[in-house]
């Protein structure tokens, strides 16, 4: 059946314009002034933005840590991402050393398939480049569409892989037209510090953040950068938090480096007092790399604006403060990283960005879908408004006033990182592939609803 | 009449995709597959992109210079335009010292007025900040839209302004939301230069490259930043020639400044040596900042790719070569400075850029067109295939190889900078406001139609 | 007759040692472990450093300025100067356009001659590069040993010279073997600046700073690196205030330029703060540059250990609060530029630098003495103590506490700028060419006594 | 018994003066004009230079490498150092994972005890930092005097230390007063590089070049510099090679980290394409890390006149080329790494540096000698030419032109790095605490004169 969205404000990565869409099929098919369609559903957008949906490039569901595993699942987590404005999310697949890289794939198909509401793709973590990974890489991108390798340069014995492993991976990367990402922080280091704070008795949240000074996260984006130049690879650099790290980017695309670099919402808008906060509240901001001193968020916001920084991710990865956070009281190492945040990345972006002059409406679009599209082999199917992409849409009114709370988000996960937060805007009506998901605010999608997608290599789009 | 451009590969500045156009009084009004419309009448674009009409920020048209005039006025200037896919310009209203600015404007309109067949603006040069400027300035904004001012840091003794006015002029710009541009050359060491050359009885072309060195440039830039930073206004730096300029650039965007850069096809693909040309064709070559070692062209086109650099402009400034260009034989000091440039500026940017890999089709679209718009107050009237926007588009067909010469071309100027060089791709059909300039490879355009443009205030766009 | 230092630590830029010195006939004859020599006399400096004397390159003893005239001459300057461990000064002999620079050369000579207490030499000031100029210059270098020439890119109308100026210069400089200092801020802006303060009513002294911000220091400096590049010569870049400036030096030096920075005791230790000290007060601290944010003296301090920076000058320049600094009550821009630093030039360094672990006792000597000689001709006669150089020694004694006062100096001016300040050290008995000048902290010397100093050329020593 | 150096110009790292030294003692005892003493031993030094005697701080004397041992042990080697002109050597203690540190101190002192002809010290390899490491550490620095400890950041699996080490190293030498070395240069990625060239069959020398590029050693120097910020602590990074490292050194000096930089004369004069001398010639050039591509030698000739690079030391790890630089026949990786260079290091410096006009007389003091002591704990002991310092003292005649090669020189190696290599200057007469080691070119020396040095720690000198 065929809908007209009519009457809002269309914008892009580089427009903005009064007209309707018309969608077929769950393709945008026709844009223009006045739309008339017989027999098609009109959706009014009236004093409303529409945007193309929201593309998160990072998320954790359903994904086991240090024992535990993050509360939102498939279903939840892309609940919520609707609810967000979000219309896509792309997944890490963690692999085993030894183990085949397909099995890891199917364990995701299976975390994934009959859950998702809205659509995804996976990311693939390489951790060893043996000649078995070297033998099944291809494959992998070829049957499953799978175009980028997630490497580790921190969590020492635990996930992270050694240079030696970033450079072939780096290689294969090049060879295969894929896209390496990485954590870019000093793990051996980290692993030390962060031994000597316990040693000493510091074990409160806050040392999380002080065991990972951001040197150490520049010093690992150097180095990769550097790594890169040398394999004449690409490099997608996750959760850029500081200064130290922007300024290594900013370096090598002067080089004229394919390095590119994403941050996330809490990194622009929280900081590292946050990790202070009392009765162990400050559980709830450790993630990793962990929130810095306040003066990085101008940096970063000034970053995503001249195209130092390319990308918005969530890192969504949630745990319950009750249960699974607190399992850290006494030893700040066991707090499980990660919060909840892909609902909130989209509004965050708009509210903070947008309304505060840091962005323009057309570079909110940019770092939040299409740059995220276009990266990950993706677009134009999706990440635009355009004809013949997927009719992926937020009909965003930015006339609401509201506040974030965990008792009107739509993640399992007990606690918001924003709590009491004064936003303006809301993604009031999601449409993915043209079907409903979120209407008028409520939900009306269905788990399993949800494709996954084989993504193109990098370049290609 | 409506028509409807159909079968095309629509580009903008963040798409790709294929669709038909309807277009109607002038507007773009309907985007989408298989358009149909009783009465529009149908033109084909099979196999070709569909470009919004390039922008050309940076052209001098009938401008005296040295005791000569450009050979191209606004008729033949504005014909090689459309035929180079240019669909607007903005040209250079210079003043005197002393004289009302309104009489300035006042002639520029008496040159362009019956005879553009394209759309057109001025920027306004400003050489004084008295106290009757400050007072005719907002005037001026107001009545002619003219939001961009003109400074010029060399030609000393003729165009050139001392800091203090550039200063004054970056405060004044930021009060009243316009963008302040500048030659950047140090105007002091090369008055000296030249002297000492030619009291050397060094007067063949190449001396005017190398009087006109690349840290003068550099210096000068870096300079103009600097008072940006201190006024906290914005500028923008024409006809960016050299690394030593470029990183100068990069440097304030870094610290988050308003500061952006323009090159030029010249710059991207000719060089130093062509200066050197024998029996004094090297005079063809004579542009200010010169062209530069070959080195830089990877310099300058990495930063358009990366964002470093922002727009192209064409500095179209066209003199023959017999005639004119030879007042300068035995004193390089003499020879007219600047070159046809303003058909080929959108070619040469396909053809070296896109089908060469050093830019995708959407970064050639914004850097010829899009951000143009933008910065200069003409978006989304201009810049770019949206709804609502003018039907300024170019259908360009890729597969045509030809090669540049001043037999084809249209400028009245009696040379090529380009003869013989092989391109790929030509703007084979061009409207302006929805009514065809050039269709089909012939002029079917009339004088006087282009129209004069009022522009908004920068960042208003 | 002959004299031995005995039992004092001798402390030369690179050497630290325990032992005597012979001197004899104003040389030092030999240095060692118990010297002994029938009919010296013995000066004992048991607990002291024995460094050599000091040596300013940067004062303006009897000169004009803005209608006044600086309280010190030569007689009280040098006095205070030799009180204050400082051996030899290097004085500006400012010129007048048009008029032959050997009359200035005269005046300067006529100021000094039978006055000064210590060795003494002039710096000539170049506002313009006529073929006169061109013509005089050689023959000043020759018959008065003057290698170096100050150029000012502030004090518009007044001493300002334009780039080319400076460019001509730097020429000059390179053909012949001097150095070029130049005084490097953006006098167009700061013109411009001043006016509007004024303009607007701001008169007080802390406009002073306001009107002179870092960012035209660091513009300036850059500048005059850039055109020092080009010209390929040799540039001393005085007065250095600020991480802007240091940059650009550190930049030029990077590149291996022969580019030097010069910085002076009240840029390490005093702040813009202290222009707003009450009833008027802070006129006594306006300098220009001006006092800069605190966060400047650590980037200033570092300069010097790394060697990003060479030298520390007084740029004395006393004018009496009383009568001179109180012609700028209400207006900020008459108030006479400098202050008085000759005296506590040597003492701050050490007490600052030294005491409090920012510089080593060599790099001491270095930036008050030896580099300073090295690099305006002076050395191996003046600059440290070794065999064949002149007997110019300072016996200091690291363990007096004292405070610094108006009370106590022996300058004329009528204020300290460092009032009240606690300070380790006082060079309590200073030889100049063997001769007392200072004994246990009394004047012994003799006006006439020092000598004018024929300096050689640069990098011939 | 006295001895008098006379008539010779005596150079330190500040100074240049014409006179006569008297040594009693084995000590200078004074410095002087036309001394005279009865008894005393005259050295006549007319025409010569007298310099302090050259400090190496970087050999490595019978030393295992891969199955084999250097040539030159501490007897052979001292000679030849003598020779050249050095007066003290620090050579490099290795240790095993697990072994005390003492055992590994007592095996260096085997192989020097009665072997060496002058003074020596060590510095300690540190490979891990366990619990018994930790406690051992200040009493080796107690015990031995060794104030510096050299960490690995290459060689992976023999040598190679993790990050964790270098900063817990780093750690513990801040506490207790040492220095911490580096070899930089990333070796995860090396030893991935040097298999696969293997594997593809490139076997030959020059590969040794291309699997350790430059952009290895700037990433391992940033890398440890960062470390270094982060810890407070203080490096030393040996055998700089590249721009790319130089920047590193710069840049954190410029931040006013403790951070300092050394290079070799192998790197400041030849190049990568003496890897690709025929008939295996190119494995005398086997360096790590290896010879760059020239344009690299200004680079390291201007960081050393600037202050980027504060020392040079030669690395002396001589293996004969026939016998053991073979063994790499047909494997690049099976080459022992290292060259002779201890007996040309300071004639190199001198030849290519002081009469090339690239280094003063006084810089290069300044960087063979001098800063050497003072950074290892030397000075005042070592280092200078001054009253109280040891007798080390060399006499060199810068008039005679020579020609290196194997033939004349006097480590057992067999062949020279130089060979045919023209150069001004010979150390003609070389003292160690005032005995005579080389004579009129004579060596007069004993083995067994040399006496280990306990050194200061750092900061102390
Ligand atoms: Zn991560
Ligand atoms: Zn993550
Ligand atoms: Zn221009
Ligand atoms: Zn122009
Ligand atoms: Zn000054
Ligand atoms: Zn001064
Ligand atoms: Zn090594
Ligand atoms: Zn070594």
């Not at 510091?202 to 040398?230: F, K, M, Q, S, W």
């Not at 996750?238 to 996330?264: P, Q, S």
């Amino acid at each position: 059946m065929r809908k007209i969205i009519k009457n809002g404000t269309i914008v892009t990565a580089s427009d903005t314009y009064f007209g309707d869409i018309l969608i077929d099929d769950g393709i945008i098919v026709m844009i223009g002034v006045d739309l008339d369609d017989e027999g098609a559903e009109i959706v009014d957008a009236s004093g409303c933005y529409v945007f193309p949906g929201g593309i998160d490039p990072h998320t954790h569901l359903d994904m086991p840590f240090g024992g535990t595993v993050t509360v939102d699942d498939f279903e939840s987590g892309t609940i919520a991402a609707a609810f967000g404005g979000t219309t896509t999310v792309i997944d890490f697949c963690l692999t085993s050393k030894g183990a085949p890289l397909k099995s890891a794939v199917e364990t995701w198909h299976r975390k994934s398939a009959g859950k998702a509401v809205i659509d995804y793709s996976f990311h693939l973590m390489v951790s060893e480049v043996t000649d078995e990974v070297l033998a099944e890489l291809p494959q992998i991108i070829e049957e499953e569409g799978i175009t980028s390798f997630k490497v580790f340069m921190a969590y020492k014995n635990v996930l992270q892989a050694d240079d030696g492993t970033l450079y072939k991976t780096l290689l294969v990367a090049k060879e295969q037209g894929a896209l390496v990402m990485v954590h870019a922080e000093n793990g051996d280091v980290i692993d030390f510090l962060v031994r000597k704070a316990l040693e000493e008795g510091n074990t409160d949240p806050i040392y999380h953040a002080l065991t990972r000074p951001a040197v150490l996260e520049g010093e690992a984006t150097g180095r990769a950068a550097d790594l890169t130049a040398l394999a004449d690879s690409q490099l997608y650099v996750v959760h850029v938090t500081c200064a130290e790290a922007v300024w290594k980017i900013a370096e090598a695309r002067k080089k004229g480096l394919r390095v590119f670099g994403e941050t996330c919402p809490q990194y622009l808008t929280l900081d590292q007092t946050d990790l202070e906060r009392p009765d162990f509240e400050g559980a709830k901001y450790v993630w990793s790399p962990p929130l810095r001193e306040k003066r990085n968020q101008d940096v970063l916001w000034n970053a995503l604006r001249n195209g130092e920084l390319q990308t918005v991710g969530s890192d969504q990865c949630s745990f319950n403060f009750k249960g699974q956070k607190d399992l850290g009281l006494g030893d700040f190492s066991k707090i499980p990283n990660g919060g909840p945040m892909i609902e909130d990345r989209f509004t965050i972006l708009f509210s903070e960005g947008v309304q505060k002059g840091r962005l323009s409406l057309n570079k909110f679009v940019d770092v939040v879908s299409t740059t995220n599209a276009k990266l990950f082999g993706l677009f134009p199917q999706k990440g635009t408004i355009a004809i013949g992409s997927d009719a992926d849409i937020v009909i965003f009114d930015p006339s609401v006033e509201r506040t974030l709370s965990v008792d009107s988000h739509h993640m399992k996960v007990d606690y918001s990182a924003f709590e009491g937060m004064k936003v303006t805007g809301e993604p009031v009506t999601v449409l993915v592939r043209g079907e409903f998901v979120v209407r008028d605010g409520l939900f009306v999608g269905r788990p399993g609803y949800g494709q996954y997608l084989h993504r193109r290599r990098f370049g290609e789009a």
